[in-house]
């Protein structure tokens, strides 16, 4: 039998609402979900006692003050031009963002691709160009190709300031984490095409807690939110793969060698949560002349966290952005004073844009 | 807000908004206050609606038009969806030092083509020096003759309207970003720019005064258009996703980039908000056209949620459409 969408609909709204038989909270760690979950409007589908909330799955938002601040110190340097993703632009450290470091005069470029960054350093030859890697294991592999290709080409003034993080081990510290209260996770479809499923198996394993892997389409959702809700119901932490039509089991071992040979990993500070041992990617001996590091003085005086500001707690879970005292009153998107209001992926930002209020 | 104007407050989103109050707000008179297309002069015993908009966008020449086509064709259409017949269009030009006079031919017969039998009446030239203007600004103004019977504003809309969409949504603003070299896209996305005059007239002529409200979809997209509905008329919309016309090719670039359709601007279509007794027969004169034929209804209008628009999603989800906040594409139009 052939289902249309609105009976595959009603059969999972069914089957969710018969799973959540006493209050469960669920966790997304991707920020494509938080956007996707709030713009299929699922929440209107699901029942009240199933409280989906939103992990630490925004690159930008997990970006510490002191990062922020450091490609703002970069940007200022002469002859250097910083090149990054424009969700980063407007993120606020404290003494600017890189967006006003731009209106005040700085070499500061949008890139779509950390590619396009290579013809630039080419045509260019008498600037530094410093690529402000960003993201999990979905957008490292470009950019490691990137410096990959550029060592190859013998490309002497490009380097990168890689704030790469990786996922599993995050999952690992929020599982740990006794402020941290979830029933299941909704695990992030872009990044398990790269890792596969296997690195998730320690939540079921050490922390019984399960975990659904999940594309980014409405339906796709609504499939995952079944299926998780089904495992917690009978109390079976499994890992489950709804993904199939992207993630192999295996994941991309192209891109998993890639990483393994430009990167190595290296504890990292998160926003809200603090160093994460092995956590994060830097560039490994092969590669580490192209570190911004060995170029530039990264040292920045330590910065506090804006006032009032609960990104950190927003990132965790713990809170909710309307009981930030910021939220839509000081904090919104044209103004922002946190980093989830600014990407669009930002728990704050889909907050703000979809009037959710509790 | 700070004390320097921003890029995020040209995008037609939020921020536009409060620069364009801020500006209103000295000028202010009640024909500007409205906040239509058009400002609507009674002059002896007729109406005369008058408009003007400058035009920036880059590239100049793009899939489907160039900044002179657009330029008609915002004019044209500011009045059209005033129901105002466009009789006459000035037209300044700002010229960089060095720019090339084959393309300023190409801009100028292509003007000429567009505007077709609307004459062009007045003109300005002024020439600058390297770097401070892109290429070519232009600007227009444009007059028309308002139709006593119908006289649709965006503060007109009334409970129960049908609300219509011209066509697909979207193609300008995508085009525009897939034409951007540093994107690097290879689409060929052809912007729906085109004048509406012709498919909003008989529209006006046989609906009359149950047009309520029409304007064209430009920056800021579809979700604009219904905030401002919304906000004018005091009144909610309740919008249905899967009947909103969207092209493939669109779609595929949104996905690609992240970027929301509904917020994405085009060149060539209106929001009409007409009563229900007259829906029908407006669809069929729209469909009847060429420009028209995607024309599709996507919802309808209510007073239970008054300056809210929901829409149903296509998994059947409710959530609410908002006008896009923060920085848009700059320099679409």
């Known amino acids: 039998m052939i289902m249309n969408t609105n009976d595959l609909v009603a059969n999972l709204e069914k089957s969710i609402r018969e799973n959540v038989r006493w209050p469960m909270t669920i966790m997304e760690v991707c920020g494509t979900h938080t956007q ?5 409007g699922i929440r209107s589908l699901v029942p009240k006692n199933l409280k989906i909330i939103s992990g630490p799955g925004c690159p930008v938002c997990v970006t510490s003050q002191n990062d922020i601040e450091r490609m703002i110190k970069l940007s200022k340097q002469n002859k250097v031009v910083v090149c990054t993703f424009g969700d980063m632009m407007r993120v606020p450290g404290s003494t600017g963002s890189l967006s006003k470091s731009r209106s005040d005069g700085a070499d500061i470029r949008v890139m779509y691709s950390p590619f396009d960054v290579i013809a630039w350093a080419r045509r260019e030859p008498q600037k530094e160009f410093i690529l402000i890697g960003i993201g999990f294991e979905t957008t490292a592999p470009g950019f490691a190709l990137t410096i990959k290709k550029a060592k190859e080409l013998g490309i002497k003034n490009l380097s990168l300031f890689s704030l790469h993080k990786t996922v599993p081990e995050a999952l690992r510290t929020l599982a740990k984490s006794p402020t941290v209260k979830i029933d299941g996770l909704l695990l992030p479809g872009h990044v398990s095409a790269i890792i596969g499923v296997k690195p998730y198996q320690f939540i079921s394993s050490e922390f019984g807690l399960p975990g659904v892997i ?5 339906l796709d959702i609504l499939i995952a939110l079944s299926d998780l809700t089904r495992v917690i119901t009978d109390k079976k932490p499994i890992i489950i793969n709804t993904y199939k039509r992207i993630v192999h089991n295996e994941g991309n071992i192209i891109a998993q060698d890639l990483l393994a040979n430009v990167f190595k990993p290296h504890d990292a500070i998160w926003r809200g949560i603090g160093v994460i041992p092995l956590s994060g990617l830097t560039l490994s001996s092969e590669f580490e002349d192209m570190d911004v590091e060995e170029k530039f003085d990264l040292e920045v005086p330590d910065c506090p966290e804006p006032i009032g500001c609960r990104c950190g707690e927003v990132i965790l879970g713990a809170v909710t952005p309307p009981e930030c005292s910021l939220f839509r009153k000081v904090c919104t998107p044209s103004n922002p004073i946190g980093p989830c209001m600014v990407s669009f992926e930002g728990t704050c930002s889909a907050y703000f844009k979809y009037h959710v209020e509790e | 807000m700070t004390d320097k104007i921003s890029l995020s407050q040209g995008g ?19 024909v500007l206050n409205a906040q239509d297309d058009a400002g609507i002069v009674s002059v002896g015993s007729g109406k ?3 408009t003007t908009d400058g035009f920036v966008v880059k590239p100049i020449f793009f899939p489907g038009g160039d900044i002179g086509k657009l330029a008609i064709c915002g004019t044209i259409n500011d009045l059209a969806v005033m129901a105002a017949k466009p009789v006459a269009i000035s037209l300044s030009l700002i010229i960089e030092e060095g720019f090339s006079k084959d393309n300023l031919n190409k801009i100028i017969n292509s003007i000429k083509k567009t505007a077709g039998e609307i004459p062009i009446v007045a003109g300005d030239t002024k020439v600058v020096e390297h770097g401070a203007v892109d290429g070519i600004f232009i600007t227009t103004s444009g007059i028309g003759f308002q139709n006593d019977s119908c006289q649709p504003s965006g503060s007109n809309v009334m409970p129960g309207d049908v609300v219509i969409v011209t066509g697909s949504i979207g193609r300008h603003g995508a085009c525009v970003m897939a034409a951007r070299e540093e994107l690097g896209f290879f689409s060929q996305i052809q912007s729906d720019v085109a004048p509406l005059w012709e498919l909003l007239s008989p529209v006006f002529k046989a ?3 149950e047009i309520h409200a029409c304007r064209d979809i430009t920056r800021g997209g579809l979700a604009t258009i219904l905030s401002e509905f919304a906000s004018s008329s005091h009144i909610g919309f309740e919008i249905s996703s899967t009947t ?4 493939p090719d669109v779609k595929g670039l949104c996905d690609a980039l992240g970027l929301d359709p509904y917020n994405l601007a085009c060149e060539g279509r209106a929001l009409m908000s007409v009563s229900k007794k007259v829906s029908d027969e407006v669809l069929a004169l729209l469909k009847s056209n060429e420009l028209g034929k995607n024309a599709t209804i996507i919802g309808l209008a209510t007073d239970s949620h008054p300056g809210m628009s929901y ?5 059947g989800g409710r959530t609410i459409l908002e006008p896009p906040a923060g920085e848009l594409l700059p320099r679409i139009c």
């Open chain 2, 48 to 50: 005369i609606a008058f």
């Open chain 2, 207 to 209: 609906g009359g005064n």
């Open chain 2, 12 to 30: 037609g989103g939020l921020d536009s908004k409060q620069l364009v109050d801020s500006i209103v707000k000295i000028l202010e008179n009640p």
């Open chain 2, 244 to 247: 909103i016309p969207i092209d």
């Open chain 2, 311 to 315: 829409i149903k999603t296509s998994i």
């Open chain 1, 214 to 218: 999940s594309g980014f389409e409405g």
């Open chain 1, 36 to 40: 996707a979950i709030f713009a299929s």
